[in-house]
């Protein structure tokens, strides 16, 4: 985990596996792997010869699952697991996934990684038609739209529900014969299909959640793709064609596992990279690179080789630090009673120090980190951020929904460094992160989703568009309309046949 | 955490306050940033105006202390607390400490880390003459002596009990009036002195504990030493004046916390200084270095600037590994199903490869990095290890009590290549040890315990002394013999009045 | 309990208040006294100025609100509770009640004790229709009615729903402005009103529950009537002028406490006239009677009173029963451990006994408790049953859904009294059942439902009808016939527009 | 459970085995029948080849002992068994027996019913000796003194030790060799030995617990006796010839339960001759019995016999009163919520009611009953006490260890009567207690302790004389020497050597 980044929250990993003797097993490793993306709740739903049977509940992976006799509930050859981020105002079991919907025909199993822009839309238009939600996620909303649907048959009903729903989503659904995943037109989240060596098929939102159960990777899922993997293999159909490759880049800056690669690329040598990129552009006079652990080794690690500086460990991370009930009171606070981060006196005292950190959210971490280091005695203290400054919110996935809590939406850059008490500040240029990540795809960024950093969305905002524009400057909506007539994503997308925002918005 | 080294396990990390009014959370707080040495259990007990009150639990400070009411219970303004590891066949409640007796003339509690080298026989007197123990701990023994002391003060017995226990032991104890430390003969364990911003005085195993509180270093406890800190302040006495400082080598190499400082030097910067020691001694054709994370990444860092090669990250270790219940099933683990270490393989894919770990224990896990990197693509894999071979068992404190266990007791450096399946192995020589920790005291290897490393223990073995003779070869026996005699650590030392080993033994 | 009936089970209990500023701590007292209706399950909603705010769990009310703070968060002025007994295949917390249903334009939460006939006709249309459901219980059904209703306000879709739904029920629901109940046309299960003295209005399952809370009764609900709670006070209104009491008589012979009023009538006082009726049908040649506790402890002390025989404690029944994970070994049954139940040696040895029961399910407890006696010396064991052979399942909410476990269905008295091995062995007759409750209402049976004696069942039974008539007996058929148009009950019923079963059915 | 009586708790029940295949299952179930003497902790240790092994918790057995795999670590053919009650000061686990005590020369489970007059003063000379405890308990010193013992062997040295301790005690032992039950000088607690029918022999405070586990009561151990079981047979010795019996008569008022026989009187038998003989002494004019329930039921039917009045069921117990943590506000308790007792209107409205209870503690439950019957519509409440007035405390095992909190040490019965609010108020007479019981032994009282009636205490006072000799009035300090002299129990007594009070005391 970064410093700062620790606020924001990918909302969710999936894993599923098709035709394996021991898959409930086999999907909690799989899981384990990916408690990176929620530690708020899990759940496991298996298929034993067309039951399903489930189990989920609150807290990390090992306290859901912590009882052998219970876990040995779960038979069946065919599995999917959900680790989930719970909002604040929703930690209740009724929002942990996999869902399990029973009906008389058969029963689903469903889970969902990211967020709906059309959402609270579809929400009040499907309950207006009687339908009876039994959570507050938004996973529901695709149930309801496929056993509304006019389609014929199970996978007609899908595509016509994928065609309703807008934004970011990675769908992972198990019926009675077939596991089967769905990417939004973006292809925001990732979604990678891998194959063990006894022929089981697996599905997971990163590479690094085969590697751990042993399968090779076969494929990416792309963009308005469905993989249905069944006892007769797997097939890929395309649920539409306007599709062009957005994938979040927040994946490589933060959220995925240095280990995990992402359309080919590995994130720890993108991270890397990204920090000698950020030693080109923010070359500083000091004595050693400091990286905040965990999530900024690999760029300080970059940056001390582009710079030549020692990289030093002058932050600890207490590994320790999750779910402690007690809490400093504000006194032993002001005391200096620190839980999580310590700098270390011995390495830092005297020193000039480059910190390297991958976001600044609030600025509040940075402030302590700086005031952490002053107080070890670090004689100057420059801190660089190995992605560009967060301006704008996200709305396919990523838990910052609004702009009010960004400082750099508020803040200069030096404004900024006042505030959090640096001698220096500096970020990595939009360019640099794109060019440092190197996809190079045919689309806009080279197939990144970089809206955080200059707002320019990949699609149109439905629910959200109207609070969106309120929050903007006339100059940031005139800049907004320009990019959004640039990069004129599809042209014909029907969920942007107007531009998200501009005049004639 | 280390990779061979989770498997050792050092006995406890110690923390107290006198003088603060948040006594309890304080400790809770310091214990916190000692959870690395301790994780089977914890305690907690407060001096409310003479009244002690304790808590105590297994599981992590977490578990134990999961319940702020039932925290708020331990008032008053002084505490002890505990973390402990416990041996497999020891799990109960009643080993966890502090101990807590109730005496119908005070109370006292008392807490312990390190191991006794007399204890066996010590219990089994104390029992012959009517006593009767509640824990299988060592740490009782102590409190039976002071009670059938035949001083007539607190302080006086205590000190006559301390010069009754053999072996390696720092002790907490808090009565009614104060809060006393106690370190034996060697100062085998580390413990230090801090004072707060408020007055309050700290006793905490490492100086990490120091900080995490806001606590300034006030000075180290040293060999032989009892500090008691009341109403009135500190006082340092001395109840023994044979003493040789010899710390334990493996709180530099492994298990103090890399922000911690020992006898003033930083841990970070030692395990740092350990790596270019390394790099020299043995230098390697590689394309990268890798650390094993997390306790090898300080070493790596120095061996990567003083060969000059790119320090990668290689391998990832799942922060969420602790306490799952749920493990992987035989033929999992052969279909390849990992969950604490991955190798990344778009980093090591067609690379030659050092890795860098703190030492080798069994070999079975430097077996499966080796296999690990191999997997992943590695063209070379050339293991480093930043300590000498561990060929005899330690009897101070930490746990391993047989050479049985250890590989390089058995094995040749080129053996133990063989069979952890390496390229090349190397490691660190005892000098480099001994030269990279720079303690320089005037004392046999600058007062360092190096005794894992070759036999060479500073006290008589009292209790293990029959089965450790017993052990060694011929040779061995002759060679420690020499040992015992040139560095005749304190001549007159009633423990060793005559040599440990050796033809008259 | 009473011996036999601890296999049959209640359906729930519901409590609910509108307008007590401690809402939700009166819902756990009124639900502790109805805790005998449902051990498996608690919930309470509590509706804090429109606000719904939920916590159900599985376990006794003691288990499920066991924490003061999570209590604190149930604030409000209004409440529904429920106790509920969920069948073994189902013990999910997702069918724990009441449900909360969340909608954009407010929340509603429904619980219900009863059954419905046509719950899975109705269930499967819905679901074809697009409705999911979240759990495996009946009680659902009725909001997707409501949702789906073409009525425009929410008393009107209600009502509309209720005569849609056949069966037994009694629906506690609570919206943002309202406390509602309601009661089938054939008012099988009770529901009492009662008003506090400081004004609030409480719904309750049975006046105990009243009593319990200090409550006054103010009226019983009656059959086909919805009560509507709001800040106003209280209203009745007729759903359906379709009705005709049959109120459960089982519920005097064993579910209710005997401190609940039913319709006016003490259970305890009816327990204890069938008791008496029962010595006047049944005397025997004893010298003592003996109840089986509890619940048959009424019985014995009428069947004392009236034959004069002393009335004696000659069985106990462990308090300390419930809820026990370490059960006997077959081999330690044989050797004779027994859990529940002792007979007094002291008592019975060498004595003739007269053993009152409530009534005979399976036979096998009987039978235990005739062997119990025996091993304890009797000298002859005459067992007397306060009410007559269970032959019939119940389909409106006792869990007794074949006749294949009924051991009256298959046997004559003289085979059970054989099967059991009592010496004797007789039942109260139907008549005296009827004459000993008293009702006196102007319907069959005095307003009672005596169907799982006699089949003679106040509706059509629906889903359930193919599988009962195919279990009849051609003589069974031709006597229910005649029943079902003798008792004719109401003649334009329009779920009884033919008979329930009969030649032309 | 009584209603005054619940607030006195006995300190627990014992349960051994020797020689059966499942011996931790059958203590399990015999402890089971004993949760009523100890609900607050529970505990087992078993013997498996010379190996104890144990486990013990606070709460309920069904709590302790809630999981199956945690259970079948009890391996091994003999066990000790121990349910505790713990004063609300000391609920640690370290209290819960049995002790396990392991020494290098074998290992001693060690449990106990009953209070020692003399532990304080033992204690303080132990610890002044050296001893350490490792709990509150009495029970411990025991243990001490047998290791002190200047005895050659375990059986001398316990006998020794059992000739310190004063007071009332059973005590139950398991070595790797044996079963060891012993009882003090007086007997004041029962002891049972039973066989099973496969040749095991049992040892357990109550007969019940042999009937409930399948054995046949052999004999009852008697004041000064010492059993031991081992693989030979079982042989009962005699560790004093000072001996005169004094069974507490609370455990046939109140503990025991109803099935068990002491000295081969059945309990429930003597309650219902206690309600007989009060019904003789104190005739009312009322038109029913209400007996409180549970434990009053025997006696109410007595007293209904005796009269020729009906025996009604007027006030309800819920038997899901335990361990509720939600507790009703003041507020609420005004309201006239009530969670434990409820009063039936439906019986006692209007009506003329004598309720019957075993004892008067406090008072305030007798008050608040006779409120909930007025509350309920009774037109004249009478009550009547199978026992005489609770006037003083006791020194062996019950919790009254102060007049204090006797209404009966204070008051008069008139004014006794006016306080609970009852329009009469009745005691059975001390002679007519002793008479119902019907004792007969040669022996004071019939080998009954009725100290708390009459003050008239079996032993020497020992730690508590001198507190109690000043909470006497000089009246009762007159007659009470009078008493000594009289009963002069056992001359030669060293217990008693002077009379426990008195001018000469």
Known sequence: MSAELEDIHEECGL????????????????????????????????????????????????????????????SG???????????????????????????????????????????????????????IFRSDSDTEV????????????????????????????AYLLMTEHALIGALDPNGFRPLSLGRMTNGAYVLASETCALDTVGAQLVRNIGPGEIIIVDDSGYRIEQYTDKTQLAICSMEFIYFARPDSNIYGINVHSARKRMGKRLAQEHPVDADMVIGVPNSSLSAASGYAEESGLPNEMGLIKNQYVARTFIQPTQELREQGVRMKLSAVRGVVEGKKVAIIDDSIVRGTTSKRIVRLLREAGAAEVHMLISSPPLKYPCFYGIDISTTKELIAAKKSVDEMR??????????????????????????PYGGLCVAYFNGDYPTALDDYERDFLRS?????????????????????????????????A
């Open 77 to 131: 050859e065919h599995a999917v697991g959900h680790v989930r981020y719970a909002t604040a105002g929703s930690k209740s079991v009724d929002n942990i996934q996999p869902f399990l919907f029973r009906f008389h025909d058969g029963d689903v199993a469903l889970c969902h990684n990211g967020n709906l822009t059309n959402c609270v839309s579809l929400r009040t238009e499907l309950e207006d038609e009687g339908a």
């Open 142 to 169: 695709l149930m309801h739209l496929i056993r509304r649907s006019s389609q014929s048959d199970f996978m007609g009903q899908l595509k016509e529900s994928l065609n309703i729903v807008h934004g970011g989503f």
């Open 418 to 443: 006042d505030y959090i008490g640096a001698d220096s500040l500096g970020f990595l240029s939009l360019d640099g992160l794109v060019d440092s990540i190197g996809m190079h795809e045919d689309a």
């Open 15 to 74: 894993f599923g596996v098709w035709g394996h003797p021991d898959a409930a097993r086999l999907t909690y490793f799989g899981l384990h792997a990916l408690q990176h993306r929620g530690q708020e709740g899990a759940g496991i739903v298996t298929n034993d010869h067309g039951r399903l049977i489930g189990h989920r509940g609150l807290g990390l992976l090992t306290q859901v699952f912590s009882d052998e006799q219970e876990f040995s509930r779960l």
């Open 472 to 504: 903007l400057t006339p100059d940031d909506r005139t800049r907004l309309t320009e990019y959004a007539r640039e990069t004129s994503r599809y042209a014909d997308n029907e969920y942007r046949v107007q531009p998200a925002y501009g005049p004639t």
